[in-house]
């Protein structure tokens, strides 16, 4: 993947220069730990021969001495890691356990991205622990995430860019997450579409899925799939990279890869590739499905067919180190005007939107059943939380304007994803924000105390201004 320096030298020379710094060493313990190669020992020993790397291109392909000629066993580019810096920049993200933010590592961007091009391209990167985050969930249980150093980050992007686009070839048509080109919308249109014409579901959810995929299978996907040694090297590494707890205590891992990690999407969408989605195009072709990460459905044309297909895929995954949630995991039947028969479970989750039975109408206009999706009540409470956080009443000190730029990037987020289906009941979901707007009215203008006065006027600003909150537009009227 080497090619010649110029066009980088020529876009990024003043912003981005590559050289070896004055007193200042790529040994991997200042960072990333204690060097655990040789490789790295000759290849800083041949650039402080000349004290300095004397130009950009020196000791490169093509750059005027022997073409054949590389100074690092890998063909990482400088390229390569300088665009995977600019995606993670774009992404954000917390600081590792280093404590280092994405500011701190701009304050030295070129020395930094120096000593890990270096390090890569020599094969003695080692990435540090991960620090472990837990993010509370809403029934009370936690979520960890596994958040690596910037550097790091930066590191799993250059190889996650190096493999995607041949490993994203092989996958399914319907796995969505996490792949370029592929969106929840697309799985949720998906869904709505086989839930019409199929009148059963298998809801599935792999229990703590990304703590407990077996490396060992993983690998082999990896090597049968990803061919370069450097990108296996790495890959391996940080599968077995230990997670570094709050109190600072360091945990080994053998099954896994951190959720919050850049490459661990990719490596959790190849395991299942084999896991679920090859075997079910094998064993069950007539069913369909669609797949975002761990959270799957299946559509079933019968109860007996989704009770055999849930026994076998419960056999399945066991077979592959994982397990289905006994909660969270359960048969459905999509009840509506054509699919009438009784059963106990008639709606599931999927993706922050619930599918249930809901009054809609025909393509010739009449009213009747459909099994559609609109956004969870479990999605629903936690807009409502959000917006009570906000504490708006409180702000008596700013204009409505002010209040309304405050929060227009956060509520356009909310009606781009979940007015996609069921605008309705996204509606009255938004309408808790009024709620707010009016309290915030009583509080700042006296003549606006008493309530029925405060919503009159609330109409009366949406209807001279009805973009000035992102979603005015979504109501004929206001109160």
């Given at each position: 993947?080497?090619?010649?320096?110029?066009?980088?030298?020529?876009?990024?020379?003043?912003?981005?220069?590559?050289?070896?710094?004055?007193?200042?060493?790529?040994?991997?313990?200042?960072?990333?730990?204690?060097?655990?190669?040789?490789?790295?020992?000759?290849?800083?020993?041949?650039?402080?021969?000349?004290?300095?790397?004397?130009?950009?291109?020196?000791?490169?392909?093509?750059?005027?001495?022997?073409?054949?000629?590389?100074?690092?066993?890998?063909?990482?580019?400088?390229?390569?890691?300088?665009?995977?810096?600019?995606?993670?920049?774009?992404?954000?993200?917390?600081?590792?356990?280093?404590?280092?933010?994405?500011?701190?590592?701009?304050?030295?961007?070129?020395?930094?991205?120096?000593?890990?091009?270096?390090?890569?391209?020599?094969?003695?990167?080692?990435?540090?622990?991960?620090?472990?985050?837990?993010?509370?969930?809403?029934?009370?249980?936690?979520?960890?995430?596994?958040?690596?150093?910037?550097?790091?980050?930066?590191?799993?992007?250059?190889?996650?860019?190096?493999?995607?686009?041949?490993?994203?070839?092989?996958?399914?048509?319907?796995?969505?997450?996490?792949?370029?080109?592929?969106?929840?919308?697309?799985?949720?249109?998906?869904?709505?579409?086989?839930?019409?014409?199929?009148?059963?579901?298998?809801?599935?959810?792999?229990?703590?899925?990304?703590?407990?995929?077996?490396?060992?299978?993983?690998?082999?996907?990896?090597?049968?799939?990803?061919?370069?040694?450097?990108?296996?090297?790495?890959?391996?590494?940080?599968?077995?990279?230990?997670?570094?707890?709050?109190?600072?205590?360091?945990?080994?891992?053998?099954?896994?890869?951190?959720?919050?990690?850049?490459?661990?999407?990719?490596?959790?969408?190849?395991?299942?590739?084999?896991?679920?989605?090859?075997?079910?195009?094998?064993?069950?072709?007539?069913?369909?499905?669609?797949?975002?990460?761990?959270?799957?459905?299946?559509?079933?044309?019968?109860?007996?067919?989704?009770?055999?297909?849930?026994?076998?895929?419960?056999?399945?995954?066991?077979?592959?180190?994982?397990?289905?949630?006994?909660?969270?995991?359960?048969?459905?039947?999509?009840?509506?005007?054509?699919?009438?028969?009784?059963?106990?479970?008639?709606?599931?989750?999927?993706?922050?939107?619930?599918?249930?039975?809901?009054?809609?109408?025909?393509?010739?206009?009449?009213?009747?059943?459909?099994?559609?999706?609109?956004?969870?009540?479990?999605?629903?409470?936690?807009?409502?939380q959000t917006i009570s956080s906000w504490g708006l009443p409180?702000?008596?000190?700013?204009?409505?304007?002010?209040?309304?730029?405050?929060?227009?990037?956060?509520?356009?987020?909310?009606?781009?994803?979940?007015?996609?289906?069921?605008?309705?009941?996204?509606?009255?979901?938004?309408?808790?924000?009024?709620?707010?707007?009016?309290?915030?009215?009583?509080?700042?203008?006296?003549?606006?105390?008493?309530?029925?006065?405060?919503?009159?006027?609330?109409?009366?600003?949406?209807?001279?201004?009805?973009?000035?909150?992102?979603?005015?537009?979504?109501?004929?009227?206001?109160?």
């Open positions: 993947m080497h090619g010649t320096w110029e066009p980088v030298a020529l876009m990024l020379r003043e912003k981005f220069k590559w050289r070896h710094h004055k007193n200042e060493s790529t040994d991997a313990k200042h960072r990333d730990g204690v060097t655990r190669s040789s490789e790295e020992g000759a290849v800083m020993a041949l650039e402080q021969r000349g004290g300095i790397i004397q130009s950009d291109f020196a000791g490169q392909p093509q750059n005027g001495r022997n073409p054949d000629c590389q100074t690092k066993p890998f063909e990482i580019t400088k390229r390569q890691v300088y665009q995977a810096y600019k995606r993670v920049k774009a992404n954000r993200g917390a600081a590792g356990v280093d404590h280092q933010s994405l500011k701190d590592f701009d304050g030295d961007l070129s020395g930094n991205l120096y000593k890990l091009w270096n390090r890569m391209a020599s094969g003695s990167y080692h990435p540090p622990a991960v620090r472990r985050v837990e993010i509370p969930k809403a029934n009370g249980a936690v979520r960890a995430l596994g958040i690596p150093t910037v550097s790091d980050r930066i590191a799993q992007m250059v190889v996650k860019e190096a493999i995607e686009p041949d490993i994203d070839r092989q996958f399914h048509p319907d796995s969505y997450g996490y792949r370029p080109g592929k969106s929840a919308h697309q799985a949720l249109e998906k869904a709505k579409v086989r839930c019409w014409q199929c009148p059963w579901v298998l809801d599935m959810d792999i229990k703590a899925f990304f703590d407990t995929i077996n490396q060992q299978l993983l690998m082999r996907a990896v090597v049968k799939h990803v061919k370069d040694k450097w990108q296996r090297m790495y890959i391996k590494r940080w599968l077995k990279v230990p997670v570094q707890h709050p109190d600072g205590r360091l945990e080994d891992r053998d099954r896994g890869t951190p959720q919050g990690g850049v490459i661990s999407p990719l490596l959790a969408n190849l395991f299942l590739h084999y896991a679920f989605d090859r075997w079910m195009k094998d064993h069950w072709p007539e069913i369909g499905f669609e797949r975002y990460a761990d959270d799957i459905i299946c559509h079933c044309s019968s109860e007996g067919q989704a009770r055999r297909l849930k026994q076998e895929l419960t056999q399945r995954f066991k077979a592959c180190g994982l397990a289905l949630h006994p909660d969270k995991t359960k048969i459905v039947h999509c009840k509506s005007s054509y699919f009438k028969q009784e059963y106990p479970e008639i709606s599931f989750d999927f993706l922050g939107y619930t599918f249930r039975p809901r009054l809609t109408r025909s393509r010739l206009k009449n009213m009747m059943v459909g099994f559609t999706p609109a956004i969870s009540r479990k999605s629903a409470r936690h807009i409502r409180r702000k008596q000190a700013v204009s409505l304007d002010d209040l309304s730029k405050a929060i227009r990037s956060k509520v356009q987020g909310w009606i781009n994803y979940y007015g996609k289906f069921g605008i309705g009941e996204l509606r009255r979901v938004l309408f808790h924000l009024d709620e707010h707007i009016v309290r915030w009215a009583q509080r700042k203008y006296k003549r606006l105390y008493r309530r029925p006065r405060a919503i009159k006027w609330l109409r009366s600003v949406r209807k001279a201004s009805p973009t000035q909150f992102a979603h005015w537009r979504l109501y004929s009227t206001i109160g």
